[in-house]
Every structure is written in structure tokens, then in C-alpha cells.
């Protein structure tokens, strides 16, 4: 339905900035939903930002002030801003789709995960 290829991690410093990158393509029209998610080793994945199709968005607390999540029209790609990078912040950082197709009587959901970018920040 839909394929997504991310970029954009790599090493920073405290303090730093990265901006990651979503490209999608296939089915765009279906997609209610980009995101972003992150897991550390040892933890759970966790939602780090997402904006609806309607461009409503939702941040993690612990990146509120620090993080923008921004998508293109058509559902074409999806960024995060990274500012004010924290060690805490290093993880493993996944592009999330979720969207659904198909008539009412019979809407199938699916949800699209990316490759993951690792997202490294020294102290």
C-alpha cells in the first residue's frame, strides 16, 4: 500500500539539531496519519510526534519545545525538526503511517512502519 524510506539520523552533540526525513509513496491518499516513534535499547517504542491529515499534531511531553513535526501536501513526506538535542533523546527513530482503504461497509486499517534511523547525541 505504501512504502516509506527514511533519512536524516547520525551523530550530533548536545544541544544540536537534526532534521529527520519520510519520504512515502505508493497509496498517499489513504493515509490519515505520519509519525514519528523512537525505542531505545531496553524500552518500549514510543510516539515521539504525529499530525493527521487534517494537520492536527500530538507531541510527546518529554519533546515538547524541542521537536516540530511537519508533513507535505499530499501526504508526500514527513520531517522532524530535532532541536536542542538531549543524550536522552538517542534511539533508534522510526517513520510511522497509518491509513485506511476500501468501501464503509468494509474500511480495512493498516499501519506502515520505515526502516528506523539511528539518532545518536553525545553529551
Not at 535499547?41 to 491529515?53: F, H, M, N, W, Y
Not at 510527546?60 to 536522552?88: H, W
Request: aromatic share 8%; charged share 15%; with cysteine.
Amino acid at each position: 500500500q505504501v512504502h516509506l524510506v527514511e533519512s536524516g539520523g547520525g551523530l550530533v552533540q548536545a544541544g544540536g539539531s537534526l532534521k529527520l526525513s519520510c519520504s512515502a509513496s505508493g497509496r498517499l491518499r489513504t493515509i490519515s496519519t505520519m509519525g514519528w516513534y523512537r525505542q531505545a535499547p531496553g524500552k518500549q517504542r514510543e510516539l515521539v510526534a504525529d499530525i493527521t491529515s487534517g494537520y492536527i499534531v500530538k507531541y510527546a511531553d518529554s519533546v515538547k519545545g524541542r521537536f516540530t513535526i511537519s508533513q507535505d501536501n499530499g501526504a508526500t513526506a514527513v520531517y522532524l525538526q530535532m532541536n536542542n538535542l538531549k543524550p536522552e533523546d538517542t534511539s533508534v527513530y522510526y517513520c510511522n503511517v497509518k491509513g485506511a482503504y476500501g468501501p464503509v461497509e468494509a474500511v480495512q486499517k493498516y499501519e506502515v512502519w520505515g526502516q528506523g534511523t539511528q539518532v545518536t547525541v553525545s553529551s
